[in-house]
């Protein structure tokens, strides 16, 4: 019989109530489940039974004989959703000639070893917001198949302005044509191009950018760079193709402008302001807000010896000091709000501090996990397969020691993760 024990929660052996063991099935024993953030309700002494990949049950007591999961000393919920992330790569020295020097290969190989990085984290499900195609649909379809331990991928496919966030800078024209994405477009009819392009080459979901961005080494500002013809061309076309869209967005102008257009999610939302809010309540957009990201950025940004060229440099003080405010208008305006780090930017494997952030803006630690479980389902319209543990749901099921509806902090302290039924981290597995 097999016991899968978290290393620091060992305790001596328990009487366990026995059940008929069916073939395939695993029990897990949960001593404190979390299994429906939407309610907050923690129950204890629990027996998860999965099989398939699937939970099939939820049962009182400690049932069931064979493969067993020993969690009754811990506290166990759902596998967390990242809403945005960028899995392929890291931001720091070396950042700007990898892009020219690295091939899909290369960022492929890279991809593998963050992708097993923020599955240990405790994060089952990521939505990667801007990547190289070939790599990161690979990477998407090998963890779909089984092929590869990895987070569930949502794989976005980015549709941008020619010369604005997204597209190469400082650099001759020759080197810019050369490596500029065919996604980029100008005018509402090229957009509408675009975005089909997207699509057809793999994309689950569309990302834009309708202000400026910090990480695009030209001094542009965040203010809006895509038109209103443009962004609603965008929409449109991706809602007509069944794709959402993600707006990378800090400028308030940029930010109703894309909610104007429909966009379902405002990504980082620095400077979003009431009218932000009101637009985004009557649609139902969420804010994604990133404080992990605008919080590297700020500390690198005032690193003496940091490694941002100027430009980016200037617009890292500018945005990371705001963002937790920005956050914050948000939350107590009643928008919806989505978890997502912009990892990549920040190390990954370490998108748990979000949680500490999103305290830091308002939010309660339920309200914090909720972000990034049933909102971030609901967000990403996954709720009947993720966010909660109930019969029929994929078995994505992490734990940890303490309790993190009293120190959201516990949950950057991961132990056990499951995900889709198979063990991928346990401390009786020696990791």
């Given at each position: ?6 290393a620091?929660l ?37 027996t ?8 099939v049950?939820?049962r ?6 064979g ?11 759902p ?48 939505v ?31 549709v ?7 597209d190469v ?5 020759d ?7 065919p996604y ?22 569309i990302k ?39 707006s ?31 637009l985004?309540?009557?649609s139902?957009a ?40 920005g ?12 978890f997502?780090?912009?990892?990549g ?5 370490i ?7 999103l ?50 902090t ?7 993760v ?14």
């Amino acid at each position: 019989m097999m016991r899968l024990r978290l290393a620091a929660l060992l305790l001596a052996f328990a009487p366990i109530a026995a059940a008929q063991a069916q073939p395939g099935e695993t029990y897990i024993h949960a001593g404190r489940l979390l299994a429906d953030p939407a309610s907050g309700r923690v129950d204890k002494e629990k027996t998860i039974v999965v099989s398939g990949g699937r939970i099939v049950a939820i049962r009182d007591g400690y049932q069931g004989t064979g493969d067993v999961v020993d969690l009754r000393d811990a506290f166990v919920l759902p596998g967390l959703i990242d809403s945005h992330v960028h899995i392929l790569g890291e931001s720091g020295v070396g950042q700007e000639l990898d892009s020219f020097k690295k091939t899909s290969a290369d960022l492929l190989v890279d991809g593998l070893i963050f992708a097993r990085r923020t599955l240990e984290a405790g994060f089952t499900t990521v939505v990667d917001l801007g990547a190289d195609p070939d790599a990161i649909f690979a990477l998407r379809d090998g963890v779909a198949a089984g092929k590869i331990d990895g987070p569930r991928i949502i794989a976005g496919g980015f549709v941008g302005a020619h010369g604005g966030h997204g597209d190469v800078h400082g650099y001759r024209a020759d080197i810019l044509k050369l490596f500029q994405s065919p996604y980029l477009c100008s005018g509402a009819d090229d957009c509408v191009r675009a975005v089909r392009q997207a699509v057809q080459r793999g994309a689950d979901v569309i990302k834009t950018a309708s202000t400026g961005g910090v990480m695009s080494n030209t001094a542009a500002g965040l203010s809006q760079q895509m038109t209103d013809a443009e962004l609603s061309a965008i929409v449109t076309t991706a809602h007509g193709l069944g794709r959402q869209v993600a707006s990378h967005a800090h400028a308030a102008d940029g930010i109703n402008a894309a909610l104007r257009a429909g966009v379902d999610s405002i990504e980082h939302g620095t400077y979003l302001d009431a009218t932000s809010v009101r637009l985004a309540k009557a649609s139902g957009a969420y804010l994604v807000p990133t404080l992990l990201a605008g919080d590297t950025v700020m500390h690198d940004a005032q690193d003496p010896n940091s490694w941002m060229p100027p430009a980016v440099r200037a617009k890292a003080l500018q945005v990371g000091p705001n963002m937790i405010a920005g956050t914050r208008r948000a939350h107590e305006g009643g928008m919806k709000i989505a978890f997502g780090t912009d990892s990549g930017v920040s190390k990954h494997g370490i998108n748990a501090r979000e949680f500490g952030l999103l305290i830091k803006a308002g939010l309660t630690p339920i309200e914090a996990i909720r972000s990034a479980t049933v909102w971030g389902a609901a967000h990403n319209k996954m709720s009947d397969q993720i966010g909660s543990l109930e019969a029929g749901k994929a078995a994505d099921i992490i734990a940890v020691r303490g309790d993190p509806l009293t120190d959201v902090t516990e949950l950057e302290r991961v132990g056990f993760v499951m995900k889709g039924g198979k063990v991928v981290k346990s401390a009786a597995a020696g990791q």
